[in-house]
């Protein structure tokens, strides 16, 4: 890696991704656990595939992506409307994406000034967040989670890692159940390595071992992040996080979801409304025809609540969104 191996603990905002002057600097997250190497993109269509191919990913990373390859597409005097087109192909269900893309456009003549500050006020909506969630957790909970929610999906401290993060921290957290989450393993490659990085006591269970430590009594709360919140509160996640949260449902178990008010699609009704990316089939198998949706959604009424830097929401959350909106809009104006 070319500025050394991490330092043990949480992971530095600029060893996640970074905007130099005539690139952009990555930790490739497809190597994670066994290698750690930065990546570097020389132009927006560049940052638009390592976005595509998972080098970097996770919807708050993957708006900060998008910010800084807009921003290194002016610094290098490439037309920005192309630029913003193909990142905002590279991964349609991610509303950060276009959020971030939208928050530069507007954001005055300093894109790279801008696209920073994007990147700090991401970390600052996380550490808020995980404030936030303090109140949901009892003293010695068995959190499950899902996929990855950490650093590196947020470009720092982490949405729903830096929850479960901060209430391991105040010892209202003992131990975190990770779903590996099938087919690349984002669960049992990253958040399994952020988590031991942090010390945070932990297992990796295959997905489908979920139920079965809920029937056990094992699992105290699911805790996960976002790619998309609809403005009705039904949220799109890494797919397996709807069958968690059907069995939560079942065995009584809480399901809370953690992710930044840019998060948040007030644009789209409802769940029905969000693109859910197909990824290709090699992904599950070289040889049989597949089926490999990215992401599913998770209805509003699983969900027990959805934290973001504004607090803590509940239904009915059509309105209760709709006002996290609107503080985060008066505190960025």
Not at 103 to 111: A, V
Not at 158 to 165: D, E, F, P, T, Y
Not at 272 to 296: K, Q, S, V, Y
Request: hydrophobic fraction near 45%; aromatic fraction near 4%.
């Amino acid at each position: 890696m070319g500025r050394g191996h991490l330092a043990p603990g949480g992971l530095a905002p600029e060893d996640i991704l970074r905007l130099e002057d005539d690139r952009v600097v990555f930790l490739d997250q497809r190597l994670l656990p066994e290698h750690e190497v930065e990546l570097a993109c020389h132009s927006a269509a560049e940052v638009a595939e390592a976005i595509r191919t998972l080098a970097v990913r996770g919807a708050p990373s993957i708006g900060i992506a998008a910010a800084y390859g807009y921003a290194l597409a002016a610094a290098q005097g490439e037309d920005l409307a192309a630029a913003a087109e193909v990142l905002a192909a590279s991964r349609p269900t991610a509303v950060n994406l276009t959020w971030a893309l939208e928050q530069l456009r507007e954001g005055g003549d300093d894109l790279a000034g801008r696209a920073r500050a994007l990147h700090r006020e991401e970390v600052d909506r996380c550490v808020r967040m995980a404030e936030h969630a303090l109140s949901l957790f009892e003293p010695g909970a068995r959190a499950l989670t899902h996929c990855n929610a950490g650093g590196l999906a947020t470009g720092g401290y982490g949405s729903a890692v830096g929850a479960l993060r901060r209430a391991w921290e105040q010892e209202l957290v003992r131990h975190v159940w990770v779903g590996e989450t099938r087919p690349l393993l984002q669960g049992s490659r990253l958040t399994a390595w952020e988590l031991e990085r942090i010390g945070i006591p932990h297992a990796v269970i295959a997905d489908s071992a979920a139920a079965s430590l809920m029937a056990r009594g094992e699992v105290d709360c699911v805790v996960t992040g976002a790619d998309r919140i609809a403005a009705n509160g039904d949220t799109a996640n890494k797919i397996g996080t709807y069958s968690l949260a059907v069995n939560a449902r079942h065995h009584g178990i809480p399901l809370y979801v953690v992710a930044p008010s840019s998060t948040v699609d007030l644009h789209t009704p409802s769940g029905e409304a969000i693109p859910i990316e197909e990824r290709a089939g090699a992904e599950l198998t070289e040889r049989f025809p597949a089926l490999n949706p990215a992401f599913d959604v998770t209805p509003a009424e699983l969900i027990a609540a959805i934290v973001t830097e504004q607090g803590v929401h509940r239904e009915p959350y059509a309105e209760s969104l709709a006002g996290a909106r609107r503080g985060e809009r008066a505190r960025t104006a």
